[in-house]
């Protein structure tokens, strides 16, 4: 079974581009969240998702940045205008969404620097 | 709100010696308490958790045991190895199921010969 996928690993963006972050969970799990990591700073939560529903976006800043799940292929974290402030580790993690506790396993992140 | 605080790293120790990583927390309710280790270039992995008051959690010679009376989940190894540095997170999940992780900063253990 193959772990949480994410790619790319290594993303380098300039200014006002568009950067697109991708993650493949687990096989068998419906629950997809992305989580920031600043540098020197532990994870930030941005977003939760179901397949094709936003459960809950509390952390996710409320321009530029949108995420999706379709109901077929990976989830999507989309930046769009990239500044040097969204220079970070961008990490995602997947879950069943059941049982009595939530336990999340995290995929390698993908590094995105802006230029 | 919930939120975690743990101690600043960096920690420096000698191989073998014993370790000790304080965390302590603010939920409502009964949040489920993790141990993520993040080594060099990776993503996190889960070290070991506890889901209710004084459950201790144990792996890989990690231990680390619910608190609800001083809300606190402090992380602790008998005898640390060079192979164990990394840096350690300690997180708190809220009640009920598939809710968000809510992170402390992490603190950055090294372990020299």
Redesign the interface.
């Known amino acids: 079974n193959a772990g949480?996928m994410?790619n790319p690993r290594h993303l380098v963006r300039r200014r006002g581009q568009e950067a697109r972050l991708r993650c493949s969970p687990m096989k068998g799990h419906s629950?997809v969240?992305w989580?920031r990591q600043l540098p020197e700073?532990?994870?930030?939560?941005m977003v939760?998702l179901q397949k094709e529903n936003i459960?809950?976006e509390s952390?996710m800043p409320k321009e530029r940045f949108s995420a999706e799940f379709p109901k077929e292929g990976p989830s999507i974290l989309r930046i769009q205008q990239v500044v040097r402030g969204d220079s970070a580790a961008y990490?995602c993690?997947s879950?069943t969404?059941?049982?009595?506790?939530?336990?999340?396993?995290?995929?390698?992140?993908t590094r995105l620097t802006v230029l | 709100g919930n939120s975690v605080t743990q101690m600043e790293g960096p920690v420096t120790l000698s191989e073998e010696a014993f370790l000790t990583i304080n965390c302590t927390y603010t939920a409502t309710g009964y949040p489920s308490l993790f141990w993520y280790v993040q080594y060099p270039g990776e993503g996190l992995q889960l070290l070991l958790k506890a889901t209710k008051a004084d459950d201790k959690g144990s792996n890989k010679g990690f231990e680390a045991t619910y608190r609800k009376e001083t809300t606190s989940f402090h992380l602790e190894k008998g005898s640390v190895q060079v192979s164990d540095s990394a840096v350690y997170f300690c997180a708190l999940s809220g009640s009920g199921t598939a809710s968000k992780l809510t992170f402390g900063t992490g603190t950055r253990l090294q372990v020299t010969l």
């Open positions: 949480v994410q629950h969240y989580y700073e532990g994870l930030k939560f939760y459960i809950d952390g990490f993690a879950s969404g059941t049982g009595t506790y939530n336990e999340q396993f995290f995929g390698p992140g």
